[in-house]
């Protein structure tokens, strides 16, 4: 094979139309733009979406239904109401069972209002700084 050999394929090189030569062709006085108009006419472009100064669609409909998946939006839980629950080990589902969140909730991160008052073990939730040394001040253990 040579570089002077190589051929486009069958169909992929069109002839180019010519346009406004006699009734014959099929292509002759408007060239196949119909008459007046904006399309008719030389520089008759209209940006996409255009509706010919009606609103257009995607102006028209509302803007709703979408929500990112970078935000990470944790229920607020208060290191006081640790307080209030019996048990030593905390974790989501007891959480749940105590009604401090709903239980529809997944994720949960405690965060420091309030002290904490005895010895506590929470397991499988998110904790701030603050929270962990005051449980491990008193004696408990966040893992």
């Known amino acids: 094979m040579y570089l002077n050999s190589i051929k486009p394929a069958n169909g992929a090189k069109k002839n180019k139309i010519r346009v406004g030569r006699g009734i014959g062709s099929g292509l002759g006085k408007t060239c196949g733009r119909g008459h007046k108009g904006q399309k008719s006419r030389a520089g008759g472009f209209h940006k996409i979406g255009f509706e010919g100064g009606q609103m257009p669609i995607q102006r028209r409909l509302p803007k709703r ?64 700084d603050g929270v962990k040394k005051a449980i491990e001040m008193s004696g408990g253990k966040v893992s």
């Open 65 to 128: 239904g979408f929500t990112t998946l970078m935000q990470c939006k944790y229920p607020r839980v208060r290191l006081s109401d640790l307080n209030l629950i019996q048990e030593d080990e905390i974790n989501i589902s007891i959480l749940k069972n105590n009604n401090i969140v709903s239980n529809k909730t997944k994720k949960i991160k405690i965060y420091k209002s309030g002290d904490c008052k005895r010895k506590i073990i929470l397991s499988g939730i998110a904790v701030s």
